[in-house]
């Protein structure tokens, strides 16, 4: 059975920190897909990772994907409150992950 | 902006009706995807489309629910005789087919069955 485990599943840090979102897949798939969902609102698109090895940057967030460990990891450098919000990562085949609920403190 | 409509956004319904959602892709998306989302869970998988094939179907989905896409362009969710666990927000996601850029996802459409 396909499976994405993220962890952690509840992050609350104080603004200016560093930490990391770690997702983990049991299947081999070549990409990946990070999304961003606020309360009561849709998912957005937030990082789509074509390739072992890949990583992206936007903002503060950094997204990496390791096919060989079937291991991402989503990176926030200096949390301001704005990044507070569900981070859901997914496979093909269109499996999500439980989500990782952010709360950043002020 | 020509991004995923949903329609209609909540709808109400008592148990043992049939309700029909609709969804219009970005129209130069080809894939077309329905999810289910309960509240602390991240989308589940329902159905998908390549143009106007349905592609694949969740084992989880009951013989209750049924998609189209007719013409490989706006689609249809309709869930017959409708059960309160049906209460979600259904959720319609478009991609291109090369899936470079991920899903594009409407607003969502919440079912509340009483």
């Known amino acids: 059975e396909l499976k994405v485990e993220q962890n952690p599943l509840f992050l609350s840090m104080q603004e200016g920190k560093n930490y990391t979102i770690y997702c983990n897949y049991s299947?081999?798939?070549?990409?990946l897909y990070w999304y961003r969902q606020d309360p009561g609102k849709s998912l957005e698109s937030l990082f789509v990772l074509l390739s072992n090895g890949a990583v992206k940057q936007e903002g503060r967030l950094m997204a990496s994907l390791d096919t060989k460990a079937r291991l991402s990891t989503l990176h926030i450098t200096a949390a301001v409150h704005d990044l507070s919000a569900t981070y859901f990562c997914?496979?093909?085949?269109?499996?999500f992950g439980k989500g990782t609920r952010l709360h950043i403190l002020p | 902006d020509t991004g995923v409509s949903q329609d209609p956004r909540h709808k109400i319904t008592k148990r043992g009706q049939n309700v029909t959602f609709r969804c219009d892709p970005i129209?130069?998306?080809?894939?077309l995807y329905w999810y289910r989302q309960t509240l602390g869970q991240g989308p589940e998988f329902l159905t998908y489309?390549?143009?106007?094939?349905?592609?694949?179907k969740s084992r989880l989905l009951s013989d209750r629910f049924s998609a189209e896409r007719p013409k490989g362009s706006f689609s249809t969710l309709e869930i017959q005789r409708t059960e309160q666990g049906d209460s979600a927000m259904y959720l319609c996601?478009?991609?291109?087919?090369?899936?470079?850029?991920?899903?594009?996802f409407g607003p969502g459409t919440r079912l509340t069955v009483t």
């Open positions: 489309f390549q143009n106007e094939a349905q592609l694949e």
């Open positions: 299947t081999t798939s070549d990409r």
């Open positions: 997914a496979v093909p085949k269109i499996i």
């Open positions: 996601a478009s991609s291109h087919w090369t899936r470079s850029r991920g899903q594009y």
């Open positions: 129209s130069e998306h080809n894939r």
